[in-house]
């Protein structure tokens, strides 16, 4: 009897041993790739247009055609004086006054853009619905560090294409209304933008870098919230 207890101990200490041994390798390999992961800095993009999201990564830059910024809203689109800071633009080339469109991202003056369109293009598995009224326009980095953090009206495109589907003014108002200012986070070593879209998803992106979640009173995060956690993990 004594013999089988002692068998049945050492079996269930080896056990133990493994798996705990197990949860370790586990958690040294996350903390691990956190680790290593690279860091990025808008410094690190020197004035110039970065055309594809290849160049981009490899900080291949073309000679930068002078542009100007111009704001958004508004029928005019009114030019944004330089030493005004805004993180939602389109640029427009000086010689032709015509609005920049094929550039994935711009450095200028100190400041990092990266055009709309790209956000779903290189979406995340969920996000390839999520879509602006403005793919051409072009949104400021705001911080750096693991990955590159930015903002921008967005909404879901299968919502919005129903909303102006029931037509007149009030769909396309309706439509409009949709968009909400929206977190996104660009992980450039895997190509990658997750966009931040409700509290669920953003309690998962705090997940992959070990961040505390958030407390989810409803489905929608304030994007102050979506801030304040970013600036906690993003370094």
């Known amino acids: 009897m004594n013999k089988s207890i002692g068998i049945f101990s050492v079996i269930c200490i080896s056990f ?8 370790m390798a586990t958690t040294t390999a996350v903390s691990s ?8 800095a808008v410094r690190d993009y020197s004035d110039g247009f970065y055309v594809t999201l290849e160049d981009f990564i490899n900080k291949k830059k073309t000679k930068l055609n002078p ?6 809203v508004g029928f005019e689109k009114k030019l944004i ?24 991202a711009v450095s200028l003056e100190g400041n990092l853009y990266i055009q709309q369109k790209n956000f779903r293009k290189y ?12 793919p051409n326009s072009y949104h400021r980095v705001l911080q750096a560090g693991k990955f590159l953090y930015l903002e921008a009206e967005l909404a879901n495109a299968w919502s919005k294409g129903f909303a102006y589907g029931t037509g007149g003014a009030v769909g396309g108002a309706l439509g409009s209304s949709m968009n909400r200012l929206k977190g996104i986070a ?45 600036n906690k993990i993003i370094k």
Not at 81 to 91: E, G, S, W, Y
């Open 123 to 134: 979406a995340v598995k969920g996000d390839k619905s999520e879509e602006g009224d403005n």
């Open 33 to 40: 790739d956190l680790t290593n992961t690279p860091m990025y």
């Open 16 to 23: 133990f041993n493994t798996s705990i041994g197990q949860t």
């Open 67 to 72: 542009v100007e910024r111009r704001a958004i």
């Open 186 to 230: 660009f992980d450039v070593v895997k190509k990658e933008f997750n966009v931040l879209k409700d509290c669920k998803d953003f309690n998962e992106f705090l997940t992959i870098y070990q961040a505390e979640n958030v407390e989810c009173k409803n489905k929608k995060i304030d994007i102050v919230t979506v801030r304040e956690n970013i």
């Open 81 to 104: 004086p330089k030493d005004v800071i805004v993180d939602h633009i389109f640029l427009y080339t000086v010689a032709d006054q015509m609005k920049l469109t094929g550039v994935f």
